[in-house]
């Protein structure tokens, strides 16, 4: 199994990015999938999920309104598109499903 996230980076507070997890080495479409994050000296907090086929999505209460989770079964992707985003989002992110994990993308929210 192996999970690749991308599309982290610096951005302006306000800003938006949109965080990307290619999954390999299992059947995708039969998995719920998570987004967490760590900010910097913080616990692991859960940020979003996606139920295998997409329709059903939870969210923390502190990205509901602003994050998107979605995915795409048919490239093997579940995105993250994050937006309205505020120096508190500054993390590492990471993708995963059960207890697979990546070695997560850093999204930097600052002036």
């Known amino acids: 199994v192996q999970l690749v996230e991308s599309g982290g980076g610096l951005v302006e507070p306000g800003g938006s990015l949109r965080l990307s997890c290619l999954a390999s080495?299992?059947?995708?479409?039969?998995?719920?999938m998570r987004w967490y994050r760590q900010p910097p000296g913080k616990e692991l907090e859960l940020v979003a999920t996606i139920s295998s086929g997409g329709r059903s999505t939870t969210y923390g209460d502190s990205v509901k309104g602003r994050f998107t989770i979605s995915r795409d079964n048919t490239r093997n992707t579940v995105y993250l598109q994050m937006n309205s985003l505020k120096s508190d989002d500054t993390a590492v992110y990471y993708c995963?499903?059960?207890?697979?994990w990546g070695k997560g993308t850093v999204v930097t929210v600052s002036s």
């Open positions: 080495g299992f059947t995708f479409s039969d998995y719920g």
């Open positions: 995963n499903r059960m207890t697979d």
